[in-house]
């Protein structure tokens, strides 16, 4: 297991943005997120990296956005850090395997979930309200409990504390009806295509969130991490029963852990221990093989 990268400071870009997980740099017009190790819990990025986590998320990441380029244009332009501006070259060894160049465009303001089961958030809002994001579903579901359809819940995007499940129609009011609708179709299209692909790997996406942007003439792109351990929920299709909590390939693990413990979800987080912090590492080098085929990559490069 390598060390843990909680934290990049390179030469040859701008830090533009120091995020929960990534580092958002601009380099020559575009932009560079560089995954680090670190892993936040309930809006809270914890003392201790997780080894090998941003090298998962990033190489999942370009695995499919490559995979769904026939559904929607995205923003990598390269992943490979020997293609990189020639400035980053001190840098390529952090770089290498974590970070990728992509097109500089204008977010959508509101992350595009999508869910396949009732579970986190949506199970709270369904005890609550009978239904999830201004959508009516029957009574008596069970925790966990399959969708007979998937759902399009929107979300707005805070730059501080938690997202807010939003309706569609709230979604079509600000954005209009018309990109509203495209993204609820490609959203769709790739959680079932994502789906597909894990269920014969035996893999459940119970749900994801993907991000869009928009270039200068208005094309929708697909942005930020995709289908990765940190946007989705993963379990185990062998081990799958509704009325329960799941087994899970993501930080779940970890939220489970923190739920034991007597805090209040506020700062300062508490310390993980060497066991769940190699026990987390193990989960993400796990679903990356299952979904991939093949184990995380050896490092070329080395300080």
């Not at 943005?17 to 020559?28: L, Q, T």
């Not at 097109?103 to 809002?125: D, T």
């Not at 805090?263 to 993400?284: A, F, I, M, Q, S």
Request: with cysteine; hydrophobic share 35%.
């Amino acid at each position: 297991m390598s060390q843990a990268i909680r934290h990049t400071d390179l030469e040859g870009a701008t830090l533009l943005n120091r995020g929960k997980v990534r580092d958002i740099y601009e380099v020559e017009g575009n932009l560079l997120l560089v995954t680090t190790d670190r892993v936040s819990a309930f809006d809270v990025v914890l003392p201790e990296g997780i080894p090998d986590k941003g090298r998962v998320l990033n190489s999942i990441s370009g695995f499919w956005l490559r995979k769904t380029a026939g559904i929607v244009s995205n923003h990598l332009i390269s992943d490979d850090v020997g293609e990189y501006p020639d400035a980053l070259a001190p840098g390529k060894a952090v770089l290498e395997g974590r970070s990728m160049l992509v097109r500089k465009l204008s977010p959508v303001p509101f992350e595009c979930v999508m869910r396949g089961f009732l579970y986190g958030s949506g199970w709270r809002e369904y005890q609550r309200e009978g239904g999830v994001c201004g959508i009516e579903l029957p009574k008596g579901m069970q925790l966990a409990e399959r969708f007979p359809e998937s759902l399009f819940t929107p979300a707005t995007k805070a730059t501080e504390g938690h997202d807010i499940n939003v309706s569609e129609e709230y979604m079509a009011n600000e954005l209009g009806r018309e990109l509203t609708e495209r993204l609820h179709r490609v959203s769709r299209d790739i959680y079932e295509s994502g789906v597909e692909w894990a269920a014969e790997r035996g893999i459940i996406i119970a749900d994801t969130k993907f991000e869009f942007g928009l270039d200068e003439d208005g094309e929708l792109h697909l942005i930020d991490e995709v289908l990765t351990p940190d946007s989705s929920r993963f379990w185990p299709a062998d081990d799958y029963a509704p009325g329960r909590l799941q087994a899970s390939f993501d930080k779940q693990y970890v939220r489970d852990y923190l739920d034991t413990l007597d805090w209040n979800k506020e700062p300062p987080p508490p310390h993980l221990p060497d066991r769940v912090v190699r026990g987390t590492t193990e989960r993400y080098l796990s679903i990356y093989e299952r979904l991939t085929g093949s184990p995380l990559p050896a490092l070329r490069f080395s300080d």
